[in-house]
């Protein structure tokens, strides 16, 4: 898939099919996610995946608004070290496998972390060590369904010169 295309054409997903990912596929997704950008090249990421659905069940019910990572056959939480610029970076390495993701042909969805309630009970279920910050679960796989929803259109956000 091409870039612009794998762009303009990604979605939210929050239905999965109960068909496992494999590996070389999640490996392929991390891959992406390590190459994102980063402020001074610090690169403060760590990627946990998150295969064992015991444990996924459980990260969904600590979710406010991601009761469905309970469907999908794998999770991906993204934790930052607490850098200048964690969330900036953090945030590009989310969509980088966000966009990795569907280029692959599968589905996923961004399901906050930094600013959430639950960020330390992740965290502890995890076993991720104090000094890292939560930046995103990313439940991955097969999906029935494309995804859809509104999108403004250019016309409504681009502004020349100023606002």
């Not at 280029?103 to 995890?126: F, T």
Request: with cysteine; net charge positive.
């Amino acid at each position: 898939m091409e870039t612009i295309e794998a762009i303009k054409s990604r979605r939210s997903i929050r239905k999965f099919l109960n068909k496992p990912v494999p590996k070389k596929l999640i490996e392929e997704i991390v891959d992406c996610a390590r190459l994102a950008p980063t402020a001074v090249n610090v690169q403060p990421w760590e990627f946990i995946v998150v295969t064992e659905k015991r444990t996924i069940k459980e990260i969904a019910n600590i979710t406010d608004h991601g009761k469905f990572i309970a469907h999908a056959p794998v999770c991906i939480a993204v934790f930052c070290k607490e850098t200048k610029y964690y969330l900036e970076d953090g945030a590009a390495a989310t969509e980088n496998i966000l966009l990795a993701t569907h280029a692959l042909g599968l589905g996923a969805c961004w399901v906050a972390g930094d600013k959430k309630s639950y960020v330390e009970e992740i965290r502890n279920v995890l076993k991720v060590p104090d000094g890292f910050r939560l930046i995103s679960l990313i439940p991955i796989g097969y999906s029935p369904e494309k995804g859809s929803c509104h999108k403004r259109t250019l016309e409504e956000v681009i502004h020349w010169e100023k606002y």
